[in-house]
């Protein structure tokens, strides 16, 4: 089972599962009831096309469900981080 | 009172007490289940030495299911046995 610690991602990048750079982590979203981890808040890159993405101002959500592995980069589901 | 939807950055600092209202430490970092999607634990730091045998650790890692609710201060179960040795699997 992989853990990782949260601030150990701090300014890490999110990329796609095929490649594409989305952006850099700016904090996460959970849940205090329930422990749950909901969002990643990133900030994309200027280049980054975000549409069909949720977007706040300048910041992006991407559900915690599209995570699919985190080492060097944070990897989503170019699929999943829609929505 | 902190919504209960936030970021997790929010927790960073917070002091832990028990329910009888003890000291624990403050909270450090939290560790995250990526497969689960879940806050696993939370790491402690700043240990209370009358409750923490300090020796033994530099932070304390509290489970997530012993916290009873966070707010301004982060409330856990009292388990004196557990927080001198850091286990807390049989709990």
């Known amino acids: ?83 | 009172m902190i919504a209960m939807r936030t970021q997790i950055t929010e927790l960073f600092g917070l002091s832990v007490y028990t329910e009888k209202s003890l000291l624990v430490g403050e909270v450090e970092d939290v560790l995250i289940d990526i497969e689960g999607r879940k806050m696993e634990s939370l790491v402690v730091g700043k240990l209370n030495q009358e409750l923490v045998d300090i020796k033994n650790y530099k932070g304390l890692k509290i489970p997530f299911r012993i916290i009873r609710s966070i707010g301004d201060i982060v409330l856990i179960r009292h388990l004196p046995g557990a927080f001198k040795t850091g286990n807390f699997d049989d709990v």
């Open chain 1, 1 to 83: 089972m992989s853990r990782v610690m949260a601030r150990s991602l701090s300014r890490k990048k999110i990329v796609t599962n095929e490649g594409k750079m989305i952006g850099t982590l700016k904090n996460i979203v959970v849940d205090f009831e329930t422990g749950q981890v909901v969002d990643l808040i990133v900030y994309p890159d200027p280049s980054f096309d975000t549409s069909g993405y949720r977007v706040e101002g300048d910041r992006l959500f991407i559900n915690f469900e599209a995570v699919k592995d985190i080492k060097d980069y944070i990897i989503v589901d170019r699929y999943l981080s829609r929505k």
